[in-house]
């Protein structure tokens, strides 16, 4: 696994100007990139792929929609060196009419944690008045709260900070938090 997996806070950023697909740099807290992740254009069903550089040289993971156009979404996350299945992020369907929640589940698709959206008050006030409201959302393990996902305020690029500081017992593979950021950053932002 790459040392880039070891660092405790990451900026996610959107890259604009993109006529076809989407990509993102994943910055490491001095500032360098870490990783580049790219979606390819014209998919029904979505393909995220994360590399170590821009030069897309070195594939570190890739994350798969299991079906397509789906409101209740699964997203397998897998190594690609050595094909084994990291995790699960699945979107709790209904439930985030009102407020995003997502579920962390585990390599055998056993639900280990969710991501949770700030409040739903300002839920509602970013889905029906505004969307210059940034979103929070708190990632737990069990009652654990393992990382934060802040959406910095910019209404033309996407931006995540992902803050795994508070995960002082390492339970979140930190693989899986991090394409957590990039699907907030595609799935959500397409809101």
């Given amino acids: 696994m790459s040392d880039n997996f070891s660092h405790q806070k990451y900026l996610v950023r959107r ?14 807290p001095d500032g ?3 990783f580049y992740s790219k979606m390819k254009a014209f998919k029904l069903k979505e393909d995220i792929r994360i590399y170590t550089g821009e030069d897309m040289q070195e594939e570190v993971l890739t994350i798969k929609a299991r079906s397509i156009l789906d409101f209740s979404a699964a997203y397998d996350v897998v190594d690609p060196t050595t094909n084994e299945k990291v995790g699960v992020l699945k979107r709790k369907g209904l439930k985030s009419i009102l407020k995003d929640e ?27 008045l505004t969307s210059l ?43 899986l938090g991090i394409a957590a950021a990039v699907l907030l950053c595609a799935v959500e932002g397409k809101q």
Avoid at 15 to 28: E, M, P, V
Avoid at 106 to 120: H, P, V, W, Y
Wanted: include cysteine; hydrophobic fraction near 45%.
């Fill in 15 to 28: 890259k604009i100007l993109k006529l076809f697909g989407a990509s993102f740099h994943i910055y490491d």
């Fill in 32 to 34: 360098n990139v870490a």
């Fill in 102 to 128: 997502w579920i962390f589940m585990d390599a055998d698709d056993r639900e280990i944690g969710l991501i949770k959206e700030d409040s739903t008050f300002l839920a509602l006030f970013r889905r029906f």
């Fill in 133 to 175: 409201v940034p979103q929070t959302y708190n990632g737990f393990i069990g009652d654990t709260q393992v990382c934060t996902f802040k959406q910095n305020f910019n209404p033309f690029v996407v931006k995540i900070t992902l803050d795994f500081s508070r995960d002082t017992q390492n339970l979140l593979d930190r693989r």
